[in-house]
């Protein structure tokens, strides 16, 4: 499956921005999707993911409570909707695809695909 994540920009601190990561392929409602980032000089992290059927999510701890996953399989749309963004949350956002379960597929190597990356920056 293809992706491409959309929805990046140049917002301030305690607004919210809502990204969205669309696949290419009728076989995308198959997949786990989920959101990773990546800051300048720092490794990608795991931001959520959402299940196949959109019943379980799982988040970082860092984002609980600002971040929520949602996805519409029938537009083969996943979205990442963030809330009370913090300049700590700058970063190239990455959207992925996994057959595994998102509670279980936190690290970037369970991924085989991925997105471009859509950049997010939150000024102070």
């Known amino acids: 499956v293809q992706l491409q994540a959309s929805g990046g920009g140049v917002v301030q601190a305690g607004d919210s921005l809502k990204l969205s990561c669309t696949g290419s392929?009728?076989?995308?409602?198959?997949?786990?999707i989920t959101w990773f980032r990546q800051a300048p000089g720092k490794e990608r992290e795991f931001v959520g993911g959402?299940?196949?059927?959109?019943?379980?999510?799982h988040y970082a701890d860092d984002v609980k409570g600002r971040f929520a996953v949602s996805r519409d399989n029938a537009k083969n749309t996943m979205y990442l909707q963030m809330s009370s963004l913090k300049p700590e949350d700058t970063a190239v956002y990455y959207c992925?695809?996994?057959?595994?379960?998102?509670?279980?597929?936190?690290?970037?190597?369970?991924?085989?695909?991925w997105g471009q990356g859509t950049l997010v920056t939150v000024s102070s």
């Open positions: 992925a695809a996994t057959p595994r379960d998102p509670r279980l597929a936190t690290a970037t190597s369970q991924y085989g695909y």
């Open positions: 959402i299940s196949r059927g959109g019943s379980s999510t």
């Open positions: 392929r009728r076989t995308f409602a198959t997949y786990t």
